[in-house]
């Protein structure tokens, strides 16, 4: 999906949620989960942060965008600090492990209806999530990336190896 195509459809879904009473973070989660999962299968790092950047004006504490952006800067081999520590300064882990925790149940769907504002407006054991574990599995396993300690423990978070995780940022 192009990116006017990404706009066209979030004019749409705020339309959609004029008439059915959506916040316009909800408006924007949904209309961003459309796209980034094609968007992060081809690498297209430059959209992708377009798209976090749409969602973090939409939702300040968007979870999803900060992971997203953590993620990009591995990949591009930038510095993570600044993220990795707001990402942590916002306790996001506790979201984020609360979030695989519960997309584990059987009656995943159920759980997110009830509460979808506890996940961000993003569906339990979406593509989007999948999508990072396997990339953040693929970082760990690489022989081109020499990664920090925090981003070790960070791509054993996103990856869902919480032990590993904990044992990682514990081991300061």
């Known amino acids: 999906m192009s990116f006017i195509r990404l706009f066209a459809l979030i004019i749409l879904l705020s339309i959609y949620q004029s008439v ?21 299968k081809k690498n297209d ?3 992708i ?3 976090c950047n749409t969602m973090q004006s939409s939702c300040p504490n968007s979870e999803l965008a900060l992971r997203l952006e953590i993620l990009i800067q591995i990949i591009q081999k930038e510095n993570t600090d600044n993220s990795i520590n707001n990402y942590l300064d916002q306790q996001y882990e506790s ?12 009656d995943y769907e159920k ?22 574990q396997v990339k953040a599995k693929a970082l ?6 020499t990664l920090t300690r925090n981003e070790t423990a960070m791509m054993y ?3 869902d190896y919480i032990a590993n995780f904990y044992n990682e940022i514990n081991a300061y």
């Open 95 to 106: 979201i984020l492990i609360t979030r695989y925790d519960d997309a584990a149940h059987k």
């Open 140 to 145: 760990l396993n690489s022989h081109q990336y």
């Open 20 to 40: 059915h009473c959506q916040t316009p973070c909800e408006t924007i989660t949904k209309a961003s989960i459309q796209v980034l999962p094609d968007l992060l």
């Open 111 to 132: 759980i997110y209806t009830n509460n979808p504002e506890k996940y961000q407006f993003l569906p339990l054991n979406s593509a989007i999530d999948s999508l990072i």
């Open 49 to 51: 942060q377009k798209v």
């Open 157 to 159: 978070l996103f990856a």
């Open 45 to 47: 790092f430059e959209k």
